[in-house]
């Protein structure tokens, strides 16, 4: 099956739909595909075999591309539809496996190439008009309904990646059976296009040593996009300092900007000896921390998607502390985490309950890995991705 991918985003950066995105084609290939995979100029280059890579321009003067939809993002986009009417024009597909806003173009070019459509919808993109204060205008919000709705009533098999998503495109769709749920749970390292698979000690070395004052280590690691809940983790840092202040918190990843915004914020709350940042590191380095962890956090504060860590979190076999939102417990129960309220006292709580040696953290531990065996691990991701490949042809 010869598939052309396209994914309108700086790949690979380490953020979640990259991931998403790069394990997609990685398994892709892996039974049987052919692909030519069409992106933005940004990012960095990965190493999947048989896979041809289409790059437009990076633009890079105008600065990196966000997350979220921005006016930059528009503009790029551009340039993706000319390129993909481009490749459709070249080669003949039996499948175009588009990702986020590209299944528009996807939807408009169908009826003139005649080829199957697979949409990988990662989240409902009218929702992330509205949650990342694009707009609020419900004529723009409303057109970006019709257009998705329109989408998903053209493609022929449909991805979603959570539950929720799931539960939404069947509302949308009700009684079809072409919506096809696949959770974002590989953990396999990122092939860096160039970089050895080898790891030496240089490569791993961490960029901002863990104090040993750290008896007990929280570590955070994503970005610090304000849904993370980074603020409410920080607000609780004091209350878990006053009675315990052998516990430290590491909170790997974020831009320069976010990471000097927290570190304000943990100056004022005369904490700065209990929290470091990293900033933005290499998966590698991310997982080395996640790794020398007493307990992991997942402090968000809103949203309705799965975020990605949650799935190697499960399968860490270290206490996890996650908010008690539905973007966590259409996953997550309290036989396999601490759930807490997402407010600054029960995040409080659930990292002191955690750290206690006497407490439930190592049966929720175990009782968490038995479910990402059981339900997310590869061979599982593999033959889900195989059935959609298998309805298509």
Known sequence: MKLLVVAPQPFFSPRGTPFSVYYRTLISVELGCE????????????????????????????????????????????????????????????????????????????????????????????????????????????????????????????????????????????????????????????????????????????????????????????????????????????????????????????????VEKFQRQANALNVTDNVIFTGRVAQNIARTYSNLATILLSPRSSGTNTPLKIYEQLASSIPLVATAIYSHTQVLTDDVAFLVEPTPQDIARGVLEATNPNGAGKEKAINALNLYNKEYARPVYVKKLQTVLEYLS
């Open 35 to 258: 692909i030519d995979f069409l992106t933005y100029g940004q990012g960095e280059n990965v190493d999947i075999p048989n896979v041809r890579f289409y790059r437009t321009p990076p633009f890079s003067f105008l600065g990196p591309i966000k997350l979220g939809p921005s006016a930059l993002k528009l503009f790029h986009d551009i340039f993706i539809f000319f390129w993909m009417l481009w490749l459709l024009i070249r080669n003949k597909y039996d499948v175009v496996h588009v990702h986020e806003e590209a299944v528009f173009f996807a939807t408009f070019l169908k009826p003139l190439f005649r080829f199957k459509l697979l949409y990988d919808m990662h989240s409902s993109l009218p929702q992330q008009l509205t949650n990342f204060n694009f707009t609020k205008s419900k004529f723009l919000i409303n057109t970006f309904r019709w257009l998705e709705d329109k989408s998903l009533a053209k493609s022929e098999a449909i991805i979603t990646i959570c539950p929720d998503l799931f539960d939404y495109v069947n509302k949308v769709l009700p009684g079809n059976n072409k919506n096809f749920l696949i959770e974002n749970s590989i953990l396999e390292p990122v092939r860096i296009a160039g970089c050895s698979t080898v790891q030496n000690e240089e490569a791993n070395a961490l960029p901002v040593a863990i104090p040993a004052t750290f008896k007990h280590i929280a570590v955070y690691a994503g970005t610090l996009e304000s849904y993370q809940g980074i603020d409410l983790l920080i607000d609780a840092i004091p209350l878990i300092k006053e009675k315990n202040p052998d516990i430290g918190f590491v909170i790997v990843g974020g831009t320069r900007e976010q």
